[in-house]
């Protein structure tokens, strides 16, 4: 599929990996539909794509509601008439070990309400953008592509029960469409990045980014851009649907 003049809806896509992955298509003249509830920085999305060549609009939502997301896709569907890809990256973190313990007293444990949080958005949210925009890639006759953003947490990270649950399952969920919307011309593809140097990561302690960057093989954080590079290959390659491709320096939890 030629970017240009396609039009790709993302998921917080106001910033972080999802601002990073929108500029690398606004530079190659994709059409934007740039999601997220952080209202300033989406205008500040829209203008960031906009000067790069890429026509850009913004749209305020929560992944995690149905009615929310149905809309959603509704309005894109109204503005651009079409749909060609979605990345469903927006993601939230309650980072915690499952139960903790000292000289057999407890001190603490997830909540289930850590637990959900990170669910409803990581995992069922995926969910709701994903059938939201197979439906529309359906009903537009788009042979479209569904990126999903899982992590390498996915395959269990201590601290992450919820959020290596919910990529696990991003993951599994990469395969199946896969096969169930092959017939539709529409292909699903994962991305699992690893350590990435958003502004969130690289405004750790020092010594805690040297430790992280000591974990890498290639010893350095993955760039931002670099994702946005592999969600293009993966739109960019009509071979390309049922696997995960992991960005991660070849480290391996």
Do not use: H
Request: glycine share 10%; aromatic share 6%; with cysteine.
């Amino acid at each position: 599929m030629n970017v240009q003049d396609k039009v790709v809806a993302i998921t917080g896509g106001a910033q972080g990996l999802g601002l990073s992955m929108a500029e690398c298509f606004a530079a190659k003249g994709a059409k934007l539909a740039l999601i997220d509830l952080n209202e300033e920085r989406l205008e500040e999305a829209v203008a960031a794509c906009k000067a790069l060549g890429g026509d850009a609009k913004a749209y305020k939502a929560n992944v995690s509601d149905e009615a929310s997301v149905e809309k959603l896709f509704a309005d894109i569907i109204a503005d651009y008439g079409t749909l060609d890809v979605l990345i469903n990256n927006a993601g939230i973190t309650r980072d915690g070990l499952m139960v903790k313990a000292k000289d057999g007293e407890i001190q603490k444990r997830m909540s289930l309400q850590e637990w959900q949080m990170v669910i409803d958005v990581n995992l069922t949210g995926v969910f709701l953008c994903g059938r939201e925009a197979a439906t529309k890639m359906i009903e537009c006759d788009s042979k479209g592509v569904i990126i999903n953003v899982s992590s390498l947490s996915k395959a269990g990270n201590m601290g992450q029960t919820n959020y290596s649950a919910a990529k696990a399952g991003v993951a599994a969920m990469t395969v199946t469409w896969a096969k169930e919307l092959a017939r539709y011309g529409i292909r699903s593809a994962g991305i699992a990045p690893g350590f990435i140097a958003t502004e969130m990561v690289k405004s750790m302690k020092p010594e805690a980014l040297e430790k992280m960057e000591k974990m890498i093989p290639l010893r350095r954080l993955g760039e931002p851009s670099e994702i946005g590079l592999t969600a293009i290959y993966i739109v960019e390659n009509d071979y390309y649907s049922g696997r995960t491709i992991e960005m991660d320096g070849a480290m391996r939890i």
